[in-house]
């Protein structure tokens, strides 16, 4: 699946939460497609293979694409 850039607001809005390490409120789409709502610490925003990550305190990698919200904020694809 091709890699979707998202928002240059949204992708900075995720760096501040992974600057303070709080607890945020993270919407994604899991493997299956489902949406999935969770409590979590973002560690790090990187890109890696023309993509860009979310590493989680849980040791866990999300794609940023595959995010809907972060604390309420809508995801917004890059113009």
């Known amino acids: 699946m091709s890699y979707v ?3 240059c607001e949204f992708h900075d809005l995720l ?3 992974a600057m303070t ?3 945020t ?3 994604h789409r899991d493997g299956a497609g489902l949406e999935r709502t969770r ?3 973002i560690k790090d925003v990187y890109a890696r293979g ?3 990550y979310l590493a989680l305190d849980s040791g866990e990698t999300l794609r940023l694409d595959q995010l809907v919200a972060v604390d309420g904020v809508q995801l917004r694809a890059c113009a």
């Open 39 to 41: 409590d979590v610490v």
């Open 21 to 23: 390490g709080r607890s």
């Open 25 to 27: 409120l993270l919407r």
């Open 5 to 7: 850039p998202i928002s």
């Open 50 to 52: 023309g993509a860009e």
């Open 15 to 17: 760096e501040i939460r």
